[in-house]
């Protein structure tokens, strides 16, 4: 039984965005919503408890009490990615209110991804009534983008087939580039990237291929290679069933060397013309700042400096890393073969 218990009546406005779908809790089979305003949902990082809620507030809808219409409407974009690579700060300047709006890594998804791992038979289900209650749009005629948390990357091809009128983009670094952020975030990202390769990995064709458990106690060095080449495997098994065209690739180095045309490109792309609007200043202002902590400024010169005192710090520890992971990993790991990228103007 869940701690957190129902403070308000079991009814919420379906039809309203502002209804959140927060969470799934897995063993009541409820749905937890709360009300949040468009304020909210653009200024935090991501949408757990620093959109300033708080799960003990929620309203909880029993999962055969939750209906929604039959022509529900499902996220018009997705940006999905492996970690470490920009995507928040992409997603922020893609967020242009009420018309364009970008939900930065749902809660509800990162559950439903456990309940996937739990073999569970009803995550489709789950699934379909999550997407149509995050594509709810704010505005008519409005564009809803979401982005997942990585772990969600397992779920990247149910997802895109129950949203069939959906773009997106598969935004990705070098596997150099993010050993540098894991190693930047260290000590606490250690935790985390383990973690990552432990579920990334999980009935995968790479564990098959090294031969696997998935439950070896990975190394920081292991964890990231199998973290990145893991992600990238989806990237190939999703471009390769890419027949409708829906989907581009993006380098987050050529979001860096050209942010503005890159998101406007985006923009394009994820039909989110809204965005469009004021998106030279909304450019200007997000890609100076840091992401996750919006109040402290943090430009391209400060992240080629602090790229710099990483190589020098760790530059021994990455060379051995990118050398373990091309003698083991890479001759065994599947990549994209047409990689399908962002044009940009």
Not at 123 to 141: E, I
Not at 208 to 230: H, K, M, Q, R
Not at 275 to 302: H, I, M, P, Y
Request: proline share 7%; with cysteine; charged share 25%.
């Amino acid at each position: 039984m869940s701690a957190i218990e129902p403070r308000r009546p079991i009814a919420v406005d379906v039809a309203d965005p502002g209804a959140h779908p927060y969470d799934y809790d897995i063993e009541r089979d409820e749905w937890l919503f709360l009300e949040v305003t468009l304020e909210q949902i653009g200024s935090a990082p991501f949408l757990d408890t620093r959109m300033g809620v708080s799960p003990a507030d929620a309203t909880r809808v029993p999962d055969a009490a939750l209906a929604l219409p039959a022509d529900a409407a499902t996220p018009g974009a997705y940006l999905f990615h492996t970690a470490f690579c920009g995507s928040t700060l992409l997603a922020r300047a893609l967020h242009a209110g009420p018309a364009a709006v970008s939900l930065k890594e749902p809660v509800a998804l990162t559950t439903l991804t456990r309940l996937e791992l739990m073999g569970s038979p009803r995550v489709d289900a789950l699934l379909s009534r999550l997407l149509a209650l995050l594509g709810r749009p704010w505005a008519p005629d409005g564009r809803v983008l979401v982005k997942p948390t990585n772990l969600v990357n397992r779920l990247m091809r149910p997802m895109l087939a129950m949203s069939p009128n959906a773009r997106a983009i598969l935004l990705y670094s070098s596997f150099r580039e993010f050993l540098l952020s894991c190693f930047k975030k260290l000590p606490h990202a250690e935790v985390a990237v383990r973690w990552m390769a432990q579920l990334l990995i999980r009935d995968s064709a790479l564990q098959a291929e090294l031969g696997l458990s998935g439950e070896e106690p990975f190394n920081l060095v292991e964890s990231c290679a199998l973290t990145y080449y893991a992600q990238l495997a989806i990237y190939a098994d999703a471009l390769a069933a890419d027949r409708e065209d829906r989907l581009r690739t993006l380098d987050m180095r050529a979001m860096l060397d050209r942010p503005a045309a890159t998101v406007a490109a985006s923009a394009r792309w994820l039909g989110m013309p809204d965005a469009l609007v004021g998106l030279d200043a909304r450019v200007a202002a997000e890609f100076s700042r840091d992401s996750k902590k919006s109040s402290r400024e943090f430009d391209t010169g400060q992240r080629e400096r602090e790229k710099a005192e990483l190589e020098q710090r760790y530059g021994e520890t990455i060379e051995r890393a990118l050398a373990w992971s091309r003698e083991v990993v890479e001759p065994v790991a599947r990549v994209p073969v047409d990689w399908k990228p962002l044009a940009i103007d």
